[in-house]
């Protein structure tokens, strides 16, 4: 069958790892024998197109993207754009108006990686962060005092929202996906000795939903304790779920301990399939490293994976696994692991190592 997809690849790298990760997918399918083809669509949306239009994305961008199969997204920002604008007229405005509640990002080790966790052989690191991704901290409810502005007195509210609904269907997503893994264990995460209400609705709907999976072993963890508990036991993790903004930072920092921010994927899911669910690295737009070939495209990729288990095609997707797994094997790396090689260089590599 073929897949409509719309590729979004907005800002900086954004647009070099789209590319790489569409160049893969497409050799992925022209190699199916017409088992499944990509029919792709690409949108111009980001801050070049704010600064043409005045918009992020189209007035009707919702409308326009609606009935695809999935969306493949880059990343979005750049230096001549607020962020708060890029980020909520583009990626946020998709995930909260097509009700992608649930974000995961995987993080392991790979071969040929050197990570500052692999002290010892025996340290594994083999974990999802499970990531409320529709209200917390990131539901945009609050405002600034405008009558106080510029006159030293301003006050500024930024409330999260945490609803029983909201949590418990992101738990029962963590503990689901936990029975798919060797070791079954939630950890969940808040900060609920400070935030006295939310955080602690948060931990009252986990003891409720983990009495329904006797089989799952869970522990709830503060945030701090959580991201030193990353670095130094990390073989103790296997599902991590957290409030929108706490999972952002700990996924952030699960990247880095796998080796790289530009190795990490990551899936924005409306498990319900009313809407189509949007596919992209951890990272944001590196204008640091942007139009050089630097981009390491793993993340990408691996993103790409994600999509094709979603799609349907768990088989393609462990395809795209081992590809990686051999590309970094081989010592094909870019500047953030050490390596010299270029994005156009790991994207041949991995397109090569589709059939290792
Ligand atoms: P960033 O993730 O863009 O970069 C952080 C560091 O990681 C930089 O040193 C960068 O060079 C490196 N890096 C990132 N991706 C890489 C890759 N694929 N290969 C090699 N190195 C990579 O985060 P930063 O600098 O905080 O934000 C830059 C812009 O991206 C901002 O406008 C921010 O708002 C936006 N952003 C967008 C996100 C999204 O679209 N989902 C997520 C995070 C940030
Ligand atoms: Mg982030």
């Known amino acids: 069958r073929t897949f409509r997809i719309a590729a979004i690849p907005a800002d900086g790298v954004g647009k070099e790892v789209v590319a790489a990760g ?34 992020m994305m189209d007035e009707d961008g ?67 962060v499970v990531r409320e991704n529709s209200e917390g901290e990131y539901a945009g409810l609050g405002g600034r005092n405008l009558s106080g502005r510029g006159q030293g007195g301003e006050v500024a509210v930024q409330t999260a929202l945490f609803t029983e609904v909201g949590c418990e269907r992101i738990m029962r997503f963590a ?29 009252d709907v986990f003891k409720r939903v983990s009495a329904d999976y006797p089989d799952v072993e869970t522990e709830s963890v503060l945030v701090d304790a959580m991201s030193a508990k990353f670095v130094l036991r990390p073989e103790d ?8 903004l706490n999972a952002d930072i700990l996924s952030d920092l699960g990247s880095a301990l796998a080796g790289s921010l530009g190795l990490a994927a990551s899936a924005n899911l409306n498990p319900e399939r009313r809407f189509p669910s949007m596919f992209e690295p951890v990272h944001g737009s590196a204008p640091d490293i942007a139009g050089q070939g630097l ?62």
């Open 237 to 244: 993790l296997s599902v991590v779920v957290a409030s929108n």
């Open 295 to 356: 981009a390491n495209p793993i993340g990408a990729v691996g993103s790409a994976a994600l999509m094709l288990d979603h799609l349907g095609l768990p088989a393609q997707a462990a395809r795209l696994h081992r590809a990686i797994e051999a590309t970094t094997a081989a010592g094909i790396l870019t500047r953030d692991l050490g390596g010299t090689a270029t994005t156009d260089d790991v994207t041949k590599a991995l397109i090569d190592g589709l059939n290792a």
């Open 22 to 55: 569409r160049a893969v997918l497409d050799a992925l399918a022209e190699d199916s024998a017409g088992a499944f083809a990509f029919e792709w669509e690409e949108f111009p949306w980001g801050c070049e197109y704010y600064e043409r239009t005045g918009k």
């Open 175 to 203: 503990f689901d996906l936990a029975r798919t893994r060797t070791r079954r264990k939630v950890s969940s995460v808040t900060k609920s000795n400070a935030q006295q209400y939310g955080m602690v609705l948060w931990d």
């Open 62 to 128: 919702l409308d326009q993207l609606k009935d695809f199969d999935a969306i493949y997204f880059g990343a979005v920002g750049w230096p001549t754009v607020p962020d708060h604008i890029s980020l909520w007229g583009l990626r946020l405005k998709i995930c909260q108006s097509f009700d992608q509640w649930a974000n995961i990002r995987p993080v392991h080790f790979l071969p040929g990686v050197t990570s500052p966790l692999r002290k010892a052989d025996d340290t594994e690191l083999d974990w999802v």
